[in-house]
């Protein structure tokens, strides 16, 4: 099992750009989740899903678009790249279970110019 | 909103001393989660306390939920350079959307 993979691994971006983050995982996990990483921020949800066809937001949404056609992927997309995205963004997973101990992916470093 | 407060942001330990990050919530919690985070990768999943005044331990790492659910700590005991990382905690309210509300972390840092 690969587990919860991301793509790209880095990207640079000018402002205005578009790009869309691929996470997909191989677990059947029923939740997934974005979240960004900026120093001394710890982790900050973006959004989240609860199943397939379902988002739903978090903390940070603003500037940030998500869907879940297929259980096993969730997308994260920037329609219009800022400066103030610069930042690490993490994917996670879990399963439907009272556990909820969430996968993460290994990351994404994007810059915007 | 709910909000996780970690305190110290940072530690620089010798190896062998003991260390302690503490995690504090504006609400109850259901539960509290601990990851840690190795520098250039990814929060790894370490444990999760889901009982009042709860305590786990793992080697040398012990957990505490606080009686009231709203605070929780890691102690580490006589630290390694295999400690050295970012630990977070991250609190989950009453949902059953498996969300989480991660604190700032800190960061360990042994010298040998």
């Known amino acids: 099992n690969a587990g919860v993979t991301q793509t790209p691994k880095f990207r640079v971006l000018k402002t205005g750009q578009s790009m869309t983050l691929l996470c997909a995982q191989d677990m059947n996990h029923e939740y997934m989740y974005w979240y960004r990483q900026d120093p001394g921020m710890g982790l900050r949800l973006i959004h989240y899903s609860v199943g397939e066809g379902t988002t739903a937001k978090g903390e940070v949404p603003d500037g940030y678009n998500v869907s879940r056609l297929k259980k096993q992927n969730f997308l994260l997309g920037l329609e219009s790249a800022a400066p103030s995205q610069t930042s690490v963004y993490f994917c996670a997973s879990s399963p439907l279970s009272s556990y909820n101990e969430q996968f993460f992916g290994p990351g994404t470093r994007l810059t915007v110019l | 909103g709910q909000q996780v407060m970690q305190i110290p942001q940072y530690q620089h330990v010798q190896e062998g001393e003991d260390f302690t990050t503490y995690c504090n919530s504006s609400t109850t919690l259901s539960n509290i989660q601990w990851y840690k985070q190795r520098p250039g990768g990814h929060p790894v999943f370490l444990i999760q306390?889901?009982?009042?005044?709860e305590m786990k331990k793992q080697k040398r790492l012990t957990f505490q939920f606080g009686e009231a659910k709203k605070n929780s700590s890691l102690h580490i005991t006589a630290t390694q350079t295999t400690d050295v990382g970012t630990y977070f905690c991250a609190g989950s309210g009453s949902s059953n959307t498996g969300k989480l509300i991660f604190g700032q972390g800190t960061t360990l840092q042994v010298k040998p």
């Open positions: 306390l889901v009982k009042s005044g």
